[in-house]
Nanobody
Framework: QVQLVESGGGSVQAGGSLKLSCVASGYIDSTLCVTWFRQVPGKEREGVAGIHIPAGRAYYADSVKGRFTIFRDSAKTTVFLLMNSLKPEDTAMYSC???????????????????WGPGTQVTVSS
């Protein structure tokens, strides 16, 4: 069983930056994908960015490409999401989730993930 805990959320003005952290503990399978999702009330969860833990390969939603960067630490237990050039529409609850390796078409699909953290709120003001 993998436990995930996020941190780093907060309030920032448009154009600013935040760095989120997702710490994984418990049994960490070497084939995990960890992905950041975000959700606003009344809308579906949106996959934002993810990373293949063993190889460090990253994948992004089109809405954040060029602005967000996902990476992991050398111990492969913490995944970071560096968010630059933030926009008001980035405001959401951000959660990290873990799953065994998924094919590309499923990596940003929340339904494929079974382990979730409680989330951290990001608020971007204009």
């Amino acid at each position: 069983q993998v436990q995930l805990v996020e941190s780093g959320g907060g309030s920032v003005q448009a154009g600013g930056s935040l760095k989120l952290s997702c710490v994984a503990s418990g049994y960490i399978d070497s084939t995990l994908c960890v992905t950041w999702f975000r959700q606003v009330p009344g809308k579906e969860r949106e996959g934002v960015a993810g990373i293949h833990i063993p190889a460090g390969r990253a994948y992004y939603a089109d809405s954040v490409k060029g602005r967000f960067t996902i990476f992991r630490d050398s111990a492969k237990t913490t995944v970071f999401l560096l968010m630059n050039s933030l926009k008001p529409e980035d405001t959401a609850m951000y959660s990290c989730a873990a799953a065994l390796i998924l094919p590309p078409e499923w990596r940003l699909s929340a339904a494929k993930y079974s382990h979730w953290g409680p989330g951290t709120q990001v608020t971007v003001s204009s």
